[in-house]
């Protein structure tokens, strides 16, 4: 199921730029509701994409890292996007019963999950990768602040996570003090998004 969506001509172009306006987008989420990303612009929000049988993505979720994350950011009053741009047919791709069902089932805490499984969000954002993370800044601009890997150690092990830096933490940390971000964009890692042709 999904989504209709606007898109800005000049984000398709250019793809989006760090400093710049995060492309908008309407979308449709798995429990029915639409919404906009200009409509969010007093919050924060994060888009993370997602296939739930990407080993990478596994790491995230078996040892907790992620719904540890989501639930960080949303006590921060951030909204979490959880995207699945997986095509029908491919790895990955699920109803939206079955994204509901694996969101409770996984302890996740996304504040919206998205199927897009026409690919525009994705191709939209030049998303790579599962997981493949943006940091939105609040604020009438809606600057991408963030893009990237969700940290600096790309392999599917979860004992790598304790001494792996996260990206996407320090970067809400940096927001939440008001500072630089100190690592605004790196190279993701883990499965490819598996679009539809």
């Known amino acids: 199921m999904l989504t209709a969506f606007a898109l800005s001509a000049l984000a398709l ?24 990303l200009s409509d969010l612009s007093d919050k924060r929000v994060i888009l993370e994409w997602s296939n739930h049988l990407c080993p990478f993505v596994q790491k995230h979720y078996s040892s907790g890292n992620m719904q540890t994350l989501q639930k960080r950011s949303r006590a921060d009053d951030t909204v979490w996007i959880t995207v699945v741009s997986s095509a029908p047919g491919k790895q990955g791709f699920v109803t939206a019963e079955e994204a509901n069902a694996l969101t409770k089932s996984r302890g996740a805490n996304p504040s919206y999950v998205i199927l897009d499984s ?20 609040a604020g009438e ?30 970067a809400m940390r940096s927001l939440d003090n008001d500072r630089q971000i100190v690592v605004p964009q790196t190279k993701p890692y883990g499965c490819s998004v598996k679009y539809g042709d």
Do not use: C, W
């Open 13 to 36: 172009l250019a793809g989006p730029r760090i400093g710049e306006t995060a492309p908008d987008f309407t979308a449709r989420t798995t429990t029915g509701e639409t919404i906009t």
């Open 118 to 137: 026409e690919g525009d969000i994705g191709r939209l954002y030049e998303a790579k990768t599962t997981p493949h993370m943006f940091v939105i800044a």
């Open 141 to 170: 601009q809606q600057a991408l602040r963030y893009a990237g890997a969700i940290d600096s150690i790309p392999s599917a092990d979860k004992n790598d996570l304790a001494r792996a830096d996260n990206y996407v933490e320090q």
